[in-house]
């Protein structure tokens, strides 16, 4: 399996069976308008399949499937083991088309086939897993009340959730919102990212198969704009959770307050510090600060995108941060060997370009990449680039790029450290490099972000929370945390006589 080769993955993608219809009740249907949208392959810019475009009447028929399949708690009420169950035999079937699931998403988001097949889906397959694992070990309490009550409090599911999610990790994101969210009794209907719907129509078809039962599941997929808002306002919804850009999740609070006050939990953009002072392994730091900005091509919330490096090492790391980019050469997606591959369409790869041009008019200093390369392909690849002589105010040093480029600033101690990593509107995640565990622990102890590596980069797994600090967020993805998001404290009081 995991020595096939470019062709023998090429060869699997022409044959590659691709839904397009939206899952809406239990079937796959087509959008009630008749339109489409073609779905494209970033790597080289050709069709990948016809997609369903749903709008506000699709959404109608599935908002009152899902309440309908709520009502009757097919699901919501089903015991939390029978729940189990069907989540465990879903993430069995996800592992079992690992190969067809990991090639879809490679084509549709641009991703190397050798992250999508040892990362996204078996990420996926763990979390839906351990999380209907999970689920049945969950109690409810009883409060401290005197003897003659009994105080009750349960956890009750929201009831419809809406789910909108992004097109960097479809997979992933999808995975940390569907588990919980169906783990904990409530009907969802997905939104994926109009422009990487695939996977998700994918493993929806897996859950049926899993025995999810009608209406508890539906995906639509839809643009943004106006499904996403009809969902995000619908008065009918009990929650939204989304992942997806800071400016898109302060409309979506906006909405809930306009509407029904939806319960809205938000997974929003970063602009990570990553601190490395001069006592580190240099080495290890080096390749790390380099995964931590490149992997995805950079289109990852919590890349570093901000490199803090103490002053006295300046030089030296740099030269050792460059050598590391030069592995990162941006290739061919389905070539086992690609560690980055193209940007996922023409206006992020503009976003990127001009990025790299507004630093060099801010006065930073390109040391390397900048440019884009093979452009003949079709796909958009930019190269892995690095920016010296950053100041923190510059826009590159405070504003998301979502691409392959990286900030180098220095500091003289500590506290000015600290100072350049909390100096940014987000406040998702970081790292920090030191092999003094006191100044690594007191630096990561103050650095406002949801999640900070000590001496790694991209730590964390299923049983840890994910999510952020000020506006990277406010819900919390991943672990037994992510189960509040999706339920509702009821308490009964009882009194006897
Ligand atoms: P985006 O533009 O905010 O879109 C995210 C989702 O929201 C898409 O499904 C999009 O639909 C939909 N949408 C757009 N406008 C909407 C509206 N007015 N109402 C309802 N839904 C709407 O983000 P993106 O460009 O896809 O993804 C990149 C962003 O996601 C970055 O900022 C990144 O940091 C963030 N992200 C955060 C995390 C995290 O866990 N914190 C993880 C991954 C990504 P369309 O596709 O149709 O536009």
Not at 80 to 93: F, G, Q, T
Not at 120 to 136: F, L, M, N, Q, Y
Not at 217 to 240: E, F, N, R
Not at 376 to 381: E, H, I, L, M, V
């Amino acid at each position: 399996m995991l020595d096939k080769t470019v062709t023998d993955w090429k060869t699997a993608a022409a044959r590659l069976d691709i839904e397009g219809r939206a899952l809406i009740d239990g079937r796959f249907v087509d959008a009630l308008s008749g339109q489409t949208r073609t779905s494209y392959n970033p790597a080289d810019g050709s069709p990948l399949a016809e997609v369903a475009n749903c709008g506000a009447e699709d959404a109608e028929v599935a908002v009152t499937g899902a309440r309908r399949a709520f009502e009757r708690g097919v699901w919501a009420n089903m015991a939390p083991m029978d729940r189990k169950m069907v989540l465990v035999r879903w993430a069995e079937l996800i592992e079992d088309n690992r190969e067809a699931l990991a090639l879809l998403e490679s084509l549709d988001v641009g991703k190397p086939i050798s992250d999508t097949l040892n990362v996204d889906v078996p990420a996926a397959a763990r979390t839906i897993r351990w999380s209907g694992e999970a689920i049945d070990k969950v109690y409810d309490e009883i409060s401290p009340t005197p003897s003659d009550c009994l105080a009750l409090v349960q956890r009750l599911p929201l009831g419809v959730v809406a789910a909108i999610v992004p097109w960097n990790f479809p997979l992933s994101t999808t995975a940390w919102k569907l588990a919980p969210a169906l783990a904990t009794g409530n009907s969802v209907i997905l939104k994926p990212a109009s422009n990487t719907p695939l996977s998700a129509l994918f493993i929806a078809r897996l859950a049926s198969e899993a025995g999810l039962p009608d209406g508890v599941l539906q995906v639509l997929p839809g643009p943004g704009g106006s499904l996403g808002k009809h969902l995000a306002t619908h008065m009918d919804i009990d929650g939204l959770t989304f992942t997806g850009s800071t400016p898109v999740g302060k409309k979506l609070m906006e909405y809930s307050g306009r509407s029904n006050l939806k319960r809205t939990f938000l997974e929003l953009g970063g602009k990570s510090p990553n601190i490395v002072f001069a006592d580190a392994n240099l080495d290890k730091a080096a390749t790390m600060a380099a995964v931590a900005v490149f992997y995805n091509g950079g289109q990852t919330c919590t890349a570093g995108t901000r490199l803090i490096v103490e002053e006295t090492i300046r030089d030296e790391f740099l030269e050792r941060v460059i050598g590391k980019a030069r592995d990162w050469m941006p290739g061919d997606p389905l070539d086992p060997g690609t560690r980055m591959g193209p940007m996922i369409d023409r206006g992020q790869f503009e976003t990127v370009a001009g990025y790299v041009e507004l630093g060099r008019q801010e006065g930073a200093e390109l040391v390397f990449g900048g440019g884009r390369v093979l452009e003949k392909s079709g796909g958009y690849y930019h190269e892995p680039s690095v920016f010296s002589a950053v100041d923190n105010g510059m826009r590159i040093a405070q504003e998301e790029i979502f691409g392959p480029v990286l900030s180098v600033l220095t500091f003289k101690d500590a506290e000015e450290a600290v100072r350049i990593a909390n100096d940014s509107i987000y406040g998702l995640a970081g790292a920090v490099w030191s092999s003094n565990i006191n100044t690594a622990h007191k630096v990561a102890a103050a650095v406002r972000v949801g999640t900070m590596g000590i001496n790694n980069y991209f730590g964390g797994d299923i049983t840890v929370p994910f999510g952020g600090f000020k506006q990277s967020g406010n819900g919390r993805d991943k672990s037994m945390h992510a189960f509040h998001d999706y339920s509702e404290l009821k308490t009964t009081w009882i009194e006897f006589e």
